[in-house]
């Protein structure tokens, strides 16, 4: 359970009170590069709410890289060496974590010349994308998104948790991927990442979020 009161508000003026708080972000780091998480499991929509959260930035004159976890996932081979199924593999060994750590926030690091690397797997080909990198000017913020990023020590400035019940993840989880609902309960006992997070968005009804800022 949160441990502050949550308050009802829009996606908008949530996403505009965000980006307020991460333009006056000093990074922790000393570097030129605020970062911000945006976690949650798919059925959070976290890159929609992403998105939004880099528009108010751009209209506030940032440069903002959007990256998505997903686009760091690991070969099928590696990912489903256990199986279609295995709710470990899908926990710990599913995304490339040392991949972010070298492409995304190695080169944010101080001293850092802010060539990111924007993905790296197609999940669907299942091969390289081969994308270009992307050179984020000093002052650009990055935006990460995707699920179970709390629990990874990623150098974040700003963590975002977009929440969800476990009846409503449920429900808005598609039918094929409720085999991964056991990793998010642990995820809960484990990183407690609504007790880590600096805001705590419930979604239970997408319509409806409410906050705690």
């Known amino acids: 359970m949160e441990r502050v009161r949550l308050e009802a508000i829009t996606w908008e003026r949530l996403a505009d009170a965000i980006a307020e708080r ?14 911000l998480a945006v ?26 890289l959007v990256v998505a ?16 199924h295995d709710v470990d593999s899908y926990y710990g060994g599913w995304f490339d974590v040392n991949a972010l750590w070298r492409e995304v926030f190695a080169p944010l690091e101080p001293g850092g010349g802010g060539r990111v690397l924007p993905d790296l797997w197609d999940p669907v080909t299942d ?63 484990e990183v407690r990442p609504a007790e880590n997070a600096d805001v705590v968005v419930r979604a239970d009804d997408p319509r409806h979020p409410a906050a705690a800022l």
Do not use: M
């Open 127 to 189: 091969r390289a994308t081969r994308s270009a990198y992307t050179r984020l000017p000093e002052g650009g913020v990055l935006l990460l998104h995707g699920p179970l990023l709390l629990g990874h020590w990623f150098p974040f400035d700003l963590k975002v948790h977009v929440r969800l019940s476990p009846g409503a993840l449920r429900r808005r989880t598609e039918a094929g991927e409720r085999w991964t609902l056991p990793a998010f309960e642990r995820y809960e006992e």
């Open 22 to 35: 991460a333009d006056g972000l000093e990074p922790a780091d000393g570097g030129p590069w605020p970062k």
């Open 69 to 84: 976890a997903e686009g760091f996932l690991r070969p099928a081979s590696l990912r489903l060496e256990y199986g279609h």
């Open 39 to 64: 976690d949650g499991a798919p059925a959070a929509r976290t890159g929609e709410f992403a998105e939004l959260i880099a528009e108010a930035l751009r209209l506030r004159g940032r440069s903002v």
